[in-house]
């Protein structure tokens, strides 16, 4: 077993690696950039590392200055946590190349992934279902006409590398579609320095269901169920419950199933999300794998009881996966909440600052995954996940409950935060019912768009 | 009768005056600048906000830096208007 490891982020996740290799038993090594040397990370990993000035861009994505301080403090390991570095296989390569074990999925499983139409067409072949989607991108306005007049109205625009909705248009129909495209195309060069789209099938108000797959060196895979994610906006999930409250055991095991042939048709290792779309007729389409831990990993964790950050270091170690999901017993119902440092009133706005009032909730069944505490100063360079509130109970029901008990608890001031949009969801019937679908937000929040250029 | 405006930080946040490093900044000082034109970006945890011109005129000084982090209410741009 490794016996120190550098944990290359920042934030709630980076404190979240400390301290599983605390329960470990194993040395960890935190790095920050000048913007966070009051971080929680920081002050409780074994040792730490300054790597750069506050933009990202100098520090948490600098490849060389965060192999450098893995080499100096002795680490034989890097965990990437999720965002930054976590998905990039030219990095994985690098540790590789310095001697260091990448906590992680392979290069080679990173650029594949990272590529979602070469993904989307290995897990096909494989006999998984993917949403009609042109197969080798769209070239031009006019050939992605013809593709959507193929596999007909409505369609969106996705861009073919990426992430995190950058660059999605829905068009309804083709005068949308021929308006979207340059603006689409624009912003994904942009964003990723590579102009390509490719046109989707847009199903209309489908379910976000993704399982939680864990791969062995040796190519066993299993799958730990599913997580329910349809509650988003512009794509950035907000509540993420498991199990999800729409699956039946028959659904479970041919996604299951069909997770798992995905990660083998990619070669997968480690842990990983197979995302899928649902739609009213129970009919599921792959949409791609998140080769990295999730934000929302922690449900899958209470249901579960396995640590899922501990399971990624024991494969990179060469563990087995000597289980199955038929081994683990379901325990309850776990939903999770994202809490951001945003303005919900006043479309989502961005709220840094010092947190000069901090009061957390707690009781039975609550569980918070967080890096604040009263007097913490919020950078302004970072994202705005400030907690993940995780509510836990033998049902759907009393979860639900727990949430908002803990929810009305949590004091964050005078940062403004989207715990008040949480407290109306939680009182919504159709949420307590469970029926829920990814374009369910627009019950509480309305998008202002900001194209009013003269 | 000319009158200066002053354009400040709505937020605080991490100032931009290109919409990418190897593109132009938005405006230079001497533009003619109309309403609601873009005169810089602003970036606060990660979300970008266009910072556009109040009134149609002319840019009299930057006073902000590129890339530097801002504070709200720091002034960013002075304009001149009729």
């Given at each position: 077993m490794f016996s120190k490891i550098l944990i290359a982020n920042r934030g709630e996740i980076a404190l979240r690696i400390v301290r599983a290799l605390k329960e470990l038993g194993i040395k960890s090594v935190a790095v920050y950039s000048e913007a966070d040397t009051t971080s929680l990370h920081v002050r409780h990993a074994d040792e730490s590392v300054c790597i750069g000035p506050p933009m990202s861009a100098k520090s948490y994505l600098n490849v060389e200055a965060v192999i450098g301080a893995a080499k100096r403090t002795g680490a034989q390991a890097i965990h990437p946590g999720y965002g930054y570095l976590a998905e990039n296989g030219d990095f994985a390569r690098a540790c590789k190349e310095a001697g260091l074990v990448f906590i992680g999925p392979t290069p080679e499983n990173l650029y594949l992934a990272g590529d979602k139409i070469k993904a989307k067409a290995a897990v096909n072949k494989a006999g998984v279902p993917i949403v009609p989607s042109s197969p080798d991108g769209v070239r031009s306005i006019d050939d992605a006409v013809a593709f959507a007049s193929k596999i007909q109205y409505p369609v969106m625009v996705k861009a073919s590398a990426g992430g995190g909705g950058r660059g999605i248009r829905i068009c309804p129909d083709e005068d949308t579609l021929r308006e979207e495209f340059a603006v689409a195309r624009a912003e994904v060069k942009a964003a990723f320095g590579d102009d390509s789209l490719y046109i989707e099938k847009c199903l209309v108000d489908p379910r976000h269901i993704e399982f939680q797959v864990l791969a062995d060196e040796s190519g066993n895979v299993i799958h730990l169920g599913e997580r329910e994610c349809s509650i988003q906006r512009r794509y950035q999930k907000l509540i993420e419950e498991a199990p999800s409250p729409v699956m039946t055991p028959q659904l479970r095991q041919a996604m299951g199933q069909a997770a798992i042939t995905a990660a083998k048709?990619?070669?997968?290792?480690?842990?990983?999300?197979?995302?899928?779309?649902?739609?009213?007729?129970?009919?599921?389409?792959?949409?791609?794998?998140?080769?990295?831990?999730?934000?929302?990993?922690?449900?899958?964790?209470?249901?579960?009881?396995?640590?899922?950050?501990?399971e990624q270091i024991r494969l990179a170690d060469g563990g087995r996966l000597a289980y199955s999901f038929d081994d683990i017993p379901l325990n309850g119902w776990a939903i999770e909440c994202r809490i951001n440092a945003e303005n919900p009133d006043f479309n989502f706005a961005p709220s840094p600052g010092i947190i000069k009032e901090y009061r957390p909730p707690a009781g039975s069944g609550i569980r918070l995954d967080t890096h604040l505490y009263q007097g913490y100063e919020l950078p302004i360079y970072y994202d705005s996940l400030v907690a993940k509130l995780i509510a836990h109970d033998h049902?759907?029901?009393?979860?639900?409950?727990?949430?908002?008990?803990?929810?009305?608890?949590?004091?964050i001031q005078p940062i403004k935060t989207t715990i008040p949009l949480y407290l109306e969801i939680v009182d919504d019937p159709d949420f307590q019912k469970g029926d829920i679908h990814t374009g369910y937000i627009r019950k509480f929040v309305t998008d202002d768009d900001d194209d009013d250029e003269e | 009768m000319n009158k200066k405006l002053e354009v400040r930080a709505p937020m605080s946040g991490v100032f931009y005056r290109k919409p990418s490093p190897e593109q132009p900044p938005y405006v230079e000082v001497g533009d003619a600048v109309k309403k609601k034109q873009i005169l810089a970006l602003l970036e606060t945890m990660k979300v970008f906000?266009?910072?556009?011109?109040?009134?149609?005129?002319?840019?009299?000084?930057?006073?902000?830096?590129?890339?530097?982090?801002?504070?709200d209410g720091d002034l960013m741009f002075i304009l001149e208007t009729e």
């Open positions: 048709a990619l070669n997968y290792f480690n842990a990983g999300t197979v995302e899928f779309l649902l739609d009213r007729d129970d009919n599921f389409y792959f949409m791609e794998v998140n080769a990295r831990i999730q934000v929302e990993h922690p449900v899958t964790e209470m249901v579960t009881g396995i640590d899922l950050v501990k049902t759907r029901d009393g979860a639900i409950r727990i949430l908002k008990k803990a929810l009305q608890e949590f004091t | 906000q266009k910072i556009k011109s109040p009134a149609a005129g002319k840019i009299l000084e930057i006073i902000a830096q590129n890339e530097t982090p801002l504070a």
